[in-house]
């Protein structure tokens, strides 16, 4: 079936370290986009990047959809960053379903 | 400035009654789904609409149907609550297919 595999799982980092989080994907898409849940639940859009690299201050993002994978990049990570980040991605041969993967739990120390 | 809206964003309820989970967006998008979000599986689709009088299943679609008779809203009911049903649910609304999601602020219920 359709997969979207985040990784690693969790990670913990202190603050001012720099992260790379993994997004790979089963099958095509035509778009892919980043989200950051913050500790109150809330999801927040971070890109929408159907392919190449998109940058906002010190995340940016890059996606390969003939390689069916994409990357976040956290640099200098402030305690606020901490949440857990999820892609999500609408399948073509699935009817454009948007499907997510289980996230990556990110946790930065003070 | 355009929004999602949910409510109630806290409910508790008994195991067979009827709950109604109201989706109401002003983007004027075609697109709404909801999903819901437990520990270990992350967001999982429930249905979604294309547009109005448009419904589809998605990955968990038993025990909840939805309606669309116009663009702005997306109820999700839950015909007999079950406790399996304890979640946070979600609505999103999107422009046309495979665009940018937008998400509302999560409704969380409990079914004792």
């Excluded at chain 1, 390689?67 to 956290?74: D, F, P």
């Excluded at chain 1, 901490?82 to 379903?97: E, H, I, L």
């Excluded at chain 2, 997306?74 to 998400?103: H, I, K, M, N, W």
Aim: proline share 4%.
């Amino acid at each position: 079936g359709i997969q979207v595999e985040q990784s690693p799982p969790d990670l913990i980092l202190q603050e001012g370290a720099n992260s790379t989080l993994r997004c790979n994907f089963s099958d095509s898409v035509n778009n892919l986009q980043w989200f950051h849940q913050n500790p109150w639940g809330q999801l927040i859009n971070l890109f929408y990047i159907p392919s190449g690299t998109k940058q906002n201050g010190r995340l940016s993002a890059t996606t390969v959809a003939t390689e069916r994978y994409s990357l976040l990049y956290i640099s200098s990570s402030q305690t606020t960053d901490s949440g857990v980040y999820f892609c999500a991605a609408p399948f073509m041969n699935r009817d454009d379903k948007i499907i997510f993967g289980k996230g990556t739990r990110l946790h930065i120390l003070p | 400035d355009a929004e999602i809206t949910q409510s109630p964003r806290h409910k508790i309820t008994e195991t067979g009654r009827q709950v109604t989970l109201a989706c109401h967006q002003t983007w004027n998008h075609n697109n709404m789904f909801w999903y819901r979000q437990d520990l270990g599986h992350g967001l999982r689709l429930i249905h979604y609409s294309y547009g109005v009088q448009d419904t589809n299943k998605g990955e968990v679609s038993d025990g909840y149907s939805v309606s669309r008779s116009n663009t702005e809203d997306l109820p999700l009911t839950l015909e007999s609550a079950a406790s399996s049903q304890t979640s946070v649910y979600f609505c999103a609304s999107s422009d046309y297919r495979g665009t940018e999601l937008f998400f509302g602020e999560g409704s969380r219920l409990t079914v004792l």
